[in-house]
């Protein structure tokens, strides 16, 4: 989960406290877009994705010195890998 706010990109999912790092998005050779370094979680189940959002959304909504709302882009990269389970022996 990633915003871009004012040209820059922030991992919203790294621990508080956490160095920021400085991303970027990247285009592969294959014209796959990447952000290298953006961290990456396995959850579980559903109870674990929203936990995540959660702490995505963790932060408080920044203003500006007009003290009007700010406009940021949130990007939340989802991959799913799909398995084919064997029938239950009945």
Do not use: C, W
Request: proline share 7%.
């Amino acid at each position: 989960m990633a915003e871009i706010y004012n040209e820059t990109l922030r991992d919203l999912l790294v621990p508080s406290g956490s160095p920021a790092k400085v991303l970027d998005v990247r285009e592969d050779a294959d014209g796959t877009v990447a952000v290298p370094g953006l961290s990456e979680h396995e959850p579980k189940n559903a109870a674990e994705v929203l936990d995540l959002l959660a702490q995505g959304n963790r932060y408080d909504i920044r203003q500006d010195k007009k003290n009007k709302k700010r406009k940021a882009h949130l990007y939340l990269f989802i991959y799913l890998l799909a398995t084919e389970q064997s029938p239950q022996p009945t």
